[in-house]
């Protein structure tokens, strides 16, 4: 089948990686993840990814130490998490090139632009990692910085639910998914699916985020072939 998008962004979050387990690398999990990347990528589909740290690192449970600190320990703990996803995807195959927003020459290659998209047009799963290089940010700030700089047609967003909700839909039953939004309703909503600095970004440069599960196997073929599944948020 043909893919809607030409090129991708797809932001896991350190959870994703850690399965249920839900602290460090669970690598049946990215082996699976590994799988469904595999698939785009026989596809043709150029893939960029950004992966969290929340599974190692936050910089917000740094309780009493100075935030910058804290932060690069958070980003420390991406590049981790990014060289774990690399392993499991050359496992299988697939080519792939970590590039790091703070410099670690001996263990991946500096962020370069330029690079970067040589590598996506070569077929490379560029996986991009250290997330922007600057406390005070997320790596879903990272995700719409990489995406625009690729010119990604769309990030994929993997969440543990299915999409986004008016409501906690594990705590209230009653909860409703919404299929469509705009970048101002998730804004002025507060709905948990981007912080507020990743959201406008996207808004400002016009990229279209598809929240979806990653739960259910298969999930990222179906978006990117344009199934209807998650909640797409565009303008
Ligand atoms: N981080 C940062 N700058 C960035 C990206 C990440 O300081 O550009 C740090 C921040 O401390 C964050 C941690 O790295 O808590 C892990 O990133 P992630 O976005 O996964 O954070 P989470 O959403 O899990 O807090």
Redesign the pocket.
């Known amino acids: 089948m043909e893919p809607k998008y030409k090129r991708i962004m797809l932001k896991l979050?350190?959870?994703a990686l850690s399965g249920d387990k839900g602290y460090g690398i669970d690598f049946e999990v990215a082996k699976r993840i590994s799988l469904e990347i595999k698939e785009l990528v026989d596809m043709g589909v150029e893939v960029g990814a950004v992966v969290?740290?929340?599974n190692i690192?936050?910089?917000?449970s740094g309780e009493g130490m100075d935030r910058t600190t804290?932060?690069?320990?958070?980003?420390l703990?991406?590049c981790i998490n990014a060289l774990a996803l690399q392993d499991s995807l050359e496992s299988m195959g697939i080519m792939t090139r970590v590039q790091t927003?703070i410099e670690m020459k001996e263990v991946a290659e500096p962020y370069i632009r330029r690079r970067a998209m040589r590598h996506l047009e070569k077929g490379r799963v560029v996986i991009f990692a250290?997330?922007?290089?600057?406390?005070?940010?997320?790596?879903?700030?990272?995700a719409a910085l990489r995406a625009a700089e690729i010119e990604a047609d769309v990030i994929l967003l993997a969440k543990k639910v299915d999409g986004v909700y008016n409501k906690d839909p594990h705590k209230y039953k009653d909860a409703v998914k919404y299929d469509n939004l705009n970048y101002i309703d998730v804004l002025e909503k507060g709905l948990q699916v981007m912080d507020s600095t990743a959201t406008s970004l996207c808004m400002d440069n016009n990229i279209p985020i598809l929240v979806f599960g990653l739960d259910n196997p298969g999930n990222i073929k179906k978006a990117i072939t344009g199934e209807k599944i998650g909640t797409l948020i565009s303008k």
């Open positions: 979050s350190g959870e969290g740290g929340g690192w936050r910089g917000r804290a932060d690069y320990m958070g980003m703990a991406t927003a250290a997330g922007t290089g600057n406390p005070y940010f997320s790596t879903d700030t990272t």
